[in-house]
Protein backbone atom coordinates (compact mmCIF):
# COMPACT_ATOMS: atom_id res chain seq x y z
CA UNK A 1 0.00 0.00 0.00
CA UNK A 2 3.07 2.42 1.09
CA UNK A 3 4.12 1.74 -2.68
CA UNK A 4 1.50 2.97 -4.69
CA UNK A 5 1.24 6.94 -2.93
CA UNK A 6 3.65 9.35 -2.51
CA UNK A 7 5.13 9.23 0.43
CA UNK A 8 6.37 13.00 0.40
CA UNK A 9 3.03 14.30 -0.52
CA UNK A 10 1.65 12.18 2.22
CA UNK A 11 3.94 11.66 5.38
CA UNK A 12 3.11 14.89 6.40
CA UNK A 13 -0.29 16.19 6.89
CA UNK A 14 -1.92 19.01 6.24
CA UNK A 15 -4.27 19.32 8.91
CA UNK A 16 -1.59 20.33 11.89
CA UNK A 17 -3.14 23.48 12.28
CA UNK A 18 -6.51 22.64 13.34
CA UNK A 19 -6.45 19.64 15.59
CA UNK A 20 -5.03 20.53 18.41
CA UNK A 21 -7.42 23.77 18.58
CA UNK A 22 -10.05 21.12 18.14
CA UNK A 23 -9.10 19.01 21.38
CA UNK A 24 -8.55 22.41 23.35
CA UNK A 25 -12.06 23.46 22.99
CA UNK A 26 -13.37 20.44 23.75
CA UNK A 27 -10.82 20.50 27.11
CA UNK A 28 -12.48 23.80 27.50
CA UNK A 29 -16.47 22.42 27.21
CA UNK A 30 -15.94 18.95 29.28
CA UNK A 31 -14.21 20.93 32.33
CA UNK A 32 -11.23 20.06 32.01
CA UNK A 33 -9.08 21.70 34.79
CA UNK A 34 -5.67 19.94 35.40
CA UNK A 35 -3.49 18.67 32.24
CA UNK A 36 -0.14 16.88 32.57
CA UNK A 37 2.38 16.22 30.29
CA UNK A 38 5.54 15.06 28.73
CA UNK A 39 6.37 16.98 25.38
CA UNK A 40 5.78 15.48 21.95
CA UNK A 41 6.68 17.00 18.89
CA UNK A 42 2.88 16.36 17.75
CA UNK A 43 1.22 17.48 21.45
CA UNK A 44 3.43 20.75 20.82
CA UNK A 45 0.93 22.93 19.58
CA UNK A 46 -1.99 21.62 22.26
CA UNK A 47 0.70 21.91 24.83
CA UNK A 48 1.08 25.76 24.07
CA UNK A 49 -2.82 26.29 24.27
CA UNK A 50 -3.04 24.48 27.59
CA UNK A 51 -0.33 26.62 29.04
CA UNK A 52 -1.84 29.57 27.89
CA UNK A 53 -5.43 28.64 29.11
CA UNK A 54 -5.96 30.53 32.70
CA UNK A 55 -9.19 27.41 32.99
CA UNK A 56 -6.10 24.69 33.28
CA UNK A 57 -3.52 24.22 35.29
CA UNK A 58 -0.80 22.70 33.14
CA UNK A 59 1.63 20.27 34.82
CA UNK A 60 4.91 19.33 33.38
CA UNK A 61 5.83 16.08 34.26
CA UNK A 62 9.71 14.11 34.53
CA UNK A 63 7.74 11.10 33.77
CA UNK A 64 4.44 9.69 32.36
CA UNK A 65 3.33 7.81 35.16
CA UNK A 66 3.32 11.27 37.51
CA UNK A 67 0.95 12.02 35.30
CA UNK A 68 -1.82 9.37 36.20
CA UNK A 69 -1.21 10.82 39.99
CA UNK A 70 -1.50 14.02 39.62
CA UNK A 71 -5.03 12.83 37.67
CA UNK A 72 -6.33 10.62 40.69
CA UNK A 73 -5.39 13.62 43.30
CA UNK A 74 -7.48 16.11 40.80
CA UNK A 75 -9.95 13.88 40.91
CA UNK A 76 -10.17 13.22 44.38
CA UNK A 77 -10.27 16.97 44.92
CA UNK A 78 -13.15 17.28 42.38
CA UNK A 79 -11.21 18.18 39.17
CA UNK A 80 -11.08 16.53 35.91
CA UNK A 81 -7.57 15.92 34.43
CA UNK A 82 -6.42 14.66 31.19
CA UNK A 83 -2.76 13.46 30.12
CA UNK A 84 -0.64 14.27 26.77
CA UNK A 85 2.14 11.96 26.47
CA UNK A 86 3.76 10.21 23.35
CA UNK A 87 3.41 6.29 22.80
CA UNK A 88 6.38 5.44 24.26
CA UNK A 89 5.44 7.28 27.74
CA UNK A 90 2.72 4.70 27.88
CA UNK A 91 4.97 1.95 28.83
CA UNK A 92 5.95 4.36 31.62
CA UNK A 93 2.11 4.25 32.71
CA UNK A 94 1.79 0.54 32.89
CA UNK A 95 1.94 0.03 37.13
CA UNK A 96 0.18 3.20 37.33
CA UNK A 97 -2.83 2.51 35.95
CA UNK A 98 -3.56 0.44 38.62
CA UNK A 99 -4.83 3.52 39.93
CA UNK A 100 -7.61 4.31 37.47
CA UNK A 101 -8.90 0.55 37.04
CA UNK A 102 -8.69 -0.03 40.36
CA UNK A 103 -10.34 3.06 41.72
CA UNK A 104 -12.62 3.57 38.93
CA UNK A 105 -10.81 7.13 38.46
CA UNK A 106 -11.55 9.00 35.02
CA UNK A 107 -8.38 9.03 33.47
CA UNK A 108 -8.42 10.40 29.50
CA UNK A 109 -5.14 10.32 28.32
CA UNK A 110 -4.56 11.50 24.64
CA UNK A 111 -1.54 9.37 22.69
CA UNK A 112 0.09 10.93 19.83
CA UNK A 113 2.07 7.79 18.02
CA UNK A 114 5.61 6.63 16.89
CA UNK A 115 6.88 3.51 15.74
CA UNK A 116 4.33 3.48 12.66
CA UNK A 117 3.49 5.45 9.42
CA UNK A 118 6.55 6.34 7.76
CA UNK A 119 8.88 5.98 11.03
CA UNK A 120 12.76 6.42 10.98
CA UNK A 121 13.89 5.43 14.51
CA UNK A 122 13.43 1.80 15.05
CA UNK A 123 13.93 2.88 18.70
CA UNK A 124 10.54 4.15 18.76
CA UNK A 125 8.93 0.70 17.14
CA UNK A 126 8.79 -1.43 20.19
CA UNK A 127 6.58 0.47 22.41
CA UNK A 128 4.62 2.33 19.49
CA UNK A 129 3.50 -0.72 18.31
CA UNK A 130 2.39 -2.12 21.93
CA UNK A 131 1.18 1.43 23.32
CA UNK A 132 -2.72 0.36 22.49
CA UNK A 133 -2.58 -2.81 23.94
CA UNK A 134 -1.03 -2.00 26.63
CA UNK A 135 -3.35 0.54 27.77
CA UNK A 136 -6.49 -2.05 27.16
CA UNK A 137 -4.02 -4.71 29.32
CA UNK A 138 -4.36 -2.71 32.16
CA UNK A 139 -8.02 -2.10 31.31
CA UNK A 140 -8.40 0.96 29.48
CA UNK A 141 -10.57 1.49 26.59
CA UNK A 142 -8.62 2.85 23.08
CA UNK A 143 -9.91 4.56 20.71
CA UNK A 144 -7.63 5.63 17.33
CA UNK A 145 -7.94 8.31 15.37
CA UNK A 146 -6.55 8.88 11.61
CA UNK A 147 -7.53 11.47 10.37
CA UNK A 148 -8.24 15.30 11.11
CA UNK A 149 -12.23 15.36 10.58
CA UNK A 150 -12.38 12.37 13.20
CA UNK A 151 -10.22 14.27 16.11
CA UNK A 152 -13.18 15.78 17.42
CA UNK A 153 -15.78 13.86 17.36
CA UNK A 154 -13.08 11.22 18.55
CA UNK A 155 -11.78 12.56 21.29
CA UNK A 156 -15.54 14.05 22.90
CA UNK A 157 -16.74 10.66 22.36
CA UNK A 158 -13.76 9.20 24.82
CA UNK A 159 -13.61 11.99 27.25
CA UNK A 160 -17.39 11.33 27.81
CA UNK A 161 -16.85 7.81 28.45
CA UNK A 162 -14.06 8.56 30.70
CA UNK A 163 -16.08 10.88 33.13
CA UNK A 164 -19.42 9.47 32.51
CA UNK A 165 -18.12 5.33 33.31
CA UNK A 166 -14.99 6.52 35.64
CA UNK A 167 -12.06 4.85 33.46
CA UNK A 168 -8.77 4.72 31.89
CA UNK A 169 -9.34 6.12 28.13
CA UNK A 170 -6.79 6.12 25.59
CA UNK A 171 -6.92 8.65 22.41
CA UNK A 172 -4.11 7.33 19.86
CA UNK A 173 -3.44 9.96 17.34
CA UNK A 174 -2.42 8.27 14.52
CA UNK A 175 1.08 8.92 13.10
CA UNK A 176 -0.81 10.06 10.12
CA UNK A 177 -2.33 12.39 11.59
CA UNK A 178 0.45 14.06 13.23
CA UNK A 179 3.03 13.50 10.20
CA UNK A 180 6.26 11.46 10.44
CA UNK A 181 9.09 13.06 12.08
CA UNK A 182 11.76 14.55 9.97
CA UNK A 183 15.36 14.08 10.99
CA UNK A 184 17.83 16.11 9.22
CA UNK A 185 19.46 14.61 6.68
CA UNK A 186 16.90 12.48 5.60
CA UNK A 187 14.88 13.95 3.21
CA UNK A 188 12.19 11.67 2.71
CA UNK A 189 11.55 12.16 6.82
CA UNK A 190 11.03 8.79 6.58
CA UNK B 1 22.59 4.97 58.83
CA UNK B 2 21.96 7.57 61.95
CA UNK B 3 22.47 5.35 64.99
CA UNK B 4 19.11 3.82 66.54
CA UNK B 5 18.80 6.54 69.29
CA UNK B 6 18.94 9.16 66.82
CA UNK B 7 15.14 8.22 65.66
CA UNK B 8 11.94 8.58 66.81
CA UNK B 9 8.84 5.87 67.51
CA UNK B 10 6.87 6.11 64.19
CA UNK B 11 3.68 5.78 66.04
CA UNK B 12 4.48 9.22 67.88
CA UNK B 13 4.94 10.65 64.29
CA UNK B 14 1.82 9.93 63.23
CA UNK B 15 -0.23 10.00 66.12
CA UNK B 16 1.08 14.11 66.13
CA UNK B 17 1.01 14.74 62.08
CA UNK B 18 -2.84 14.02 63.22
CA UNK B 19 -3.39 15.59 66.72
CA UNK B 20 -6.36 17.47 66.67
CA UNK B 21 -6.96 16.97 63.04
CA UNK B 22 -9.51 19.77 61.29
CA UNK B 23 -10.02 19.37 57.50
CA UNK B 24 -6.69 18.11 56.47
CA UNK B 25 -6.34 15.82 53.49
CA UNK B 26 -3.79 12.69 53.43
CA UNK B 27 -2.61 10.65 51.28
CA UNK B 28 -0.66 7.62 52.67
CA UNK B 29 1.56 6.16 50.60
CA UNK B 30 1.68 1.79 50.84
CA UNK B 31 3.28 -0.10 53.87
CA UNK B 32 3.41 0.66 57.17
CA UNK B 33 2.67 4.51 56.81
CA UNK B 34 -0.89 3.03 56.10
CA UNK B 35 -0.78 0.59 58.89
CA UNK B 36 0.15 3.27 60.91
CA UNK B 37 -2.07 6.32 60.06
CA UNK B 38 -5.46 3.82 60.18
CA UNK B 39 -4.60 2.72 63.55
CA UNK B 40 -4.57 7.07 64.43
CA UNK B 41 -7.91 7.24 62.97
CA UNK B 42 -9.51 5.30 59.45
CA UNK B 43 -10.54 8.76 58.66
CA UNK B 44 -12.41 9.17 55.71
CA UNK B 45 -10.03 12.34 54.17
CA UNK B 46 -7.45 9.48 54.20
CA UNK B 47 -6.33 8.15 50.92
CA UNK B 48 -4.10 5.24 52.04
CA UNK B 49 -2.32 3.52 48.99
CA UNK B 50 -2.06 -0.38 48.44
CA UNK B 51 -0.36 -0.40 45.31
CA UNK B 52 0.90 2.51 42.92
CA UNK B 53 4.60 2.90 44.59
CA UNK B 54 6.27 5.99 44.00
CA UNK B 55 2.16 7.66 43.04
CA UNK B 56 1.71 9.19 46.90
CA UNK B 57 3.24 12.52 46.23
CA UNK B 58 1.71 12.88 42.44
CA UNK B 59 -1.65 12.53 43.88
CA UNK B 60 -1.13 14.88 46.52
CA UNK B 61 0.42 17.44 44.48
CA UNK B 62 -3.25 16.96 42.14
CA UNK B 63 -5.22 17.43 45.19
CA UNK B 64 -3.68 20.36 46.70
CA UNK B 65 -3.89 21.73 42.69
CA UNK B 66 -7.67 21.21 43.27
CA UNK B 67 -8.46 22.22 46.52
CA UNK B 68 -6.03 25.00 47.38
CA UNK B 69 -7.69 25.91 50.28
CA UNK B 70 -7.18 22.90 52.21
CA UNK B 71 -4.05 21.36 53.83
CA UNK B 72 -2.89 18.45 52.20
CA UNK B 73 -0.29 16.15 53.71
CA UNK B 74 1.33 13.41 51.73
CA UNK B 75 2.44 10.68 54.62
CA UNK B 76 5.00 8.01 53.03
CA UNK B 77 8.14 5.82 53.67
CA UNK B 78 11.01 6.34 52.34
CA UNK B 79 10.85 3.32 49.93
CA UNK B 80 7.95 4.78 48.15
CA UNK B 81 9.20 8.30 47.80
CA UNK B 82 12.23 6.79 46.35
CA UNK B 83 10.28 5.41 43.53
CA UNK B 84 9.02 8.46 42.31
CA UNK B 85 11.91 10.79 42.87
CA UNK B 86 10.87 12.82 39.72
CA UNK B 87 7.64 13.98 41.70
CA UNK B 88 10.16 16.36 43.74
CA UNK B 89 10.98 17.93 40.91
CA UNK B 90 7.40 18.36 39.28
CA UNK B 91 5.96 19.20 42.58
CA UNK B 92 8.53 22.05 43.51
CA UNK B 93 7.77 23.85 39.71
CA UNK B 94 4.01 23.52 40.98
CA UNK B 95 4.88 25.32 44.35
CA UNK B 96 1.64 24.49 45.95
CA UNK B 97 1.25 26.41 48.93
CA UNK B 98 -1.14 23.74 50.87
CA UNK B 99 1.14 20.23 50.19
CA UNK B 100 3.33 19.08 52.96
CA UNK B 101 5.34 16.10 52.69
CA UNK B 102 6.10 13.41 55.84
CA UNK B 103 8.57 10.92 55.20
CA UNK B 104 8.72 8.08 57.12
CA UNK B 105 12.32 7.25 57.04
CA UNK B 106 13.23 3.75 58.57
CA UNK B 107 16.27 2.77 56.13
CA UNK B 108 14.68 -0.39 55.25
CA UNK B 109 11.98 -1.55 52.74
CA UNK B 110 10.00 -2.95 56.33
CA UNK B 111 7.80 -4.89 54.66
CA UNK B 112 9.68 -7.27 52.20
CA UNK B 113 12.32 -8.27 54.87
CA UNK B 114 13.75 -4.97 55.95
CA UNK B 115 16.77 -4.97 52.64
CA UNK B 116 18.17 -0.94 53.03
CA UNK B 117 16.97 1.44 51.16
CA UNK B 118 19.13 4.13 50.24
CA UNK B 119 18.75 6.38 52.38
CA UNK B 120 20.73 3.74 54.52
CA UNK B 121 23.88 4.72 52.03
CA UNK B 122 23.56 8.33 52.88
CA UNK B 123 20.85 9.88 50.17
CA UNK B 124 19.34 12.57 51.92
CA UNK B 125 15.96 13.31 51.00
CA UNK B 126 15.89 16.45 52.65
CA UNK B 127 18.34 17.68 50.41
CA UNK B 128 16.99 16.26 47.38
CA UNK B 129 13.92 18.26 48.21
CA UNK B 130 15.46 21.31 48.80
CA UNK B 131 17.64 21.27 45.50
CA UNK B 132 13.92 20.43 43.89
CA UNK B 133 13.10 24.12 45.27
CA UNK B 134 10.79 22.80 48.09
CA UNK B 135 10.23 25.91 50.14
CA UNK B 136 11.42 24.31 53.35
CA UNK B 137 12.97 20.76 54.26
CA UNK B 138 14.37 18.97 57.27
CA UNK B 139 15.83 16.11 58.73
CA UNK B 140 14.08 15.04 62.10
CA UNK B 141 15.63 12.37 64.16
CA UNK B 142 14.85 14.01 68.01
CA UNK B 143 12.24 15.02 70.02
CA UNK B 144 13.23 19.06 69.17
CA UNK B 145 13.60 18.55 65.79
CA UNK B 146 10.55 16.00 65.27
CA UNK B 147 8.31 18.71 66.73
CA UNK B 148 9.56 21.22 64.50
CA UNK B 149 8.94 18.97 61.03
CA UNK B 150 5.39 18.27 62.25
CA UNK B 151 4.71 21.78 62.44
CA UNK B 152 6.12 22.44 59.28
CA UNK B 153 4.11 19.48 57.62
CA UNK B 154 1.23 20.52 58.95
CA UNK B 155 1.04 24.06 58.91
CA UNK B 156 3.95 25.82 57.16
CA UNK B 157 3.74 27.21 53.85
CA UNK B 158 4.62 24.40 50.90
CA UNK B 159 5.57 22.76 49.46
CA UNK B 160 7.91 21.55 52.04
CA UNK B 161 9.61 17.95 52.97
CA UNK B 162 10.12 16.53 56.33
CA UNK B 163 12.55 13.36 56.41
CA UNK B 164 11.80 11.95 59.89
CA UNK B 165 13.83 9.38 60.93
CA UNK B 166 11.96 6.42 62.66
CA UNK B 167 12.95 3.09 64.35
CA UNK B 168 12.93 0.38 61.91
CA UNK B 169 10.12 -1.52 63.69
CA UNK B 170 7.92 -2.88 60.86
CA UNK B 171 4.91 -1.21 62.45
CA UNK B 172 3.54 0.30 65.87
CA UNK B 173 0.71 -1.52 66.12
CA UNK B 174 -0.05 -5.36 66.65
CA UNK B 175 -2.13 -6.44 64.98
CA UNK B 176 -1.74 -4.33 62.08
CA UNK B 177 -5.08 -1.81 61.21
CA UNK B 178 -5.89 -2.09 57.72
CA UNK B 179 -7.91 0.22 55.94
CA UNK B 180 -10.72 -0.79 52.89
CA UNK B 181 -8.66 -2.26 50.22
CA UNK B 182 -11.50 -1.90 47.60
CA UNK B 183 -9.64 1.89 45.89
CA UNK B 184 -13.84 2.49 44.84
CA UNK B 185 -14.86 2.71 48.51
CA UNK B 186 -11.27 4.58 49.40
CA UNK B 187 -11.85 6.66 46.67
CA UNK B 188 -15.42 7.24 47.27
CA UNK B 189 -15.89 8.29 50.41
CA UNK B 190 -12.70 10.49 50.45
CA UNK B 191 -15.11 12.33 47.56
CA UNK B 192 -18.16 12.53 50.04
CA UNK B 193 -16.63 13.41 53.00
CA UNK B 194 -15.01 16.23 50.58
CA UNK B 195 -17.56 16.94 47.97
CA UNK B 196 -20.60 15.97 49.48
CA UNK B 197 -23.15 13.73 48.66
CA UNK B 198 -23.54 14.64 45.00
CA UNK B 199 -20.12 14.11 43.85
CA UNK B 200 -21.33 10.16 43.75
CA UNK B 201 -23.56 10.91 41.23
CA UNK B 202 -20.70 12.27 38.74
Known amino acids: ?60 LTSEEEGIGLITGAWLGGQRGALLMQSSGVGNCMNMFTLATNCRIPVLVLVTMRGEWGEFN ?36 AAKVAFNTSRLVGVMLAQQLIGAKRFSGNSDGA | MAPKN ?45 GAMGGAGMIGLGLAL ?56 GIDLAEMASGAGFSQTITAADEESLSRAIHMVRFEPGPVLAAIKITEDHYSYSPKVLPPRDGVVLKSRLREALLGADSLKE
Open chain 1, 1 to 60: MLDSVNMSATIGSQNTKEWPEVIHGIFRSMRIRQVGYVPDSGHAKLIGACVDDPEIVSVP
Open chain 1, 122 to 157: PWQVPMGQAASSAIELLGGLVYRVEDSTSVGPTVEA
Open chain 2, 6 to 50: DRVPRNQVVSELFAGRQEELAIIGLGSPVWDCTAVEDHPLNFPLW
Open chain 2, 66 to 121: AQPERRVLVVTGDGELLMGLGALATIAAQAPKNLGIAVLDNGIYGETGGQLTHTSY
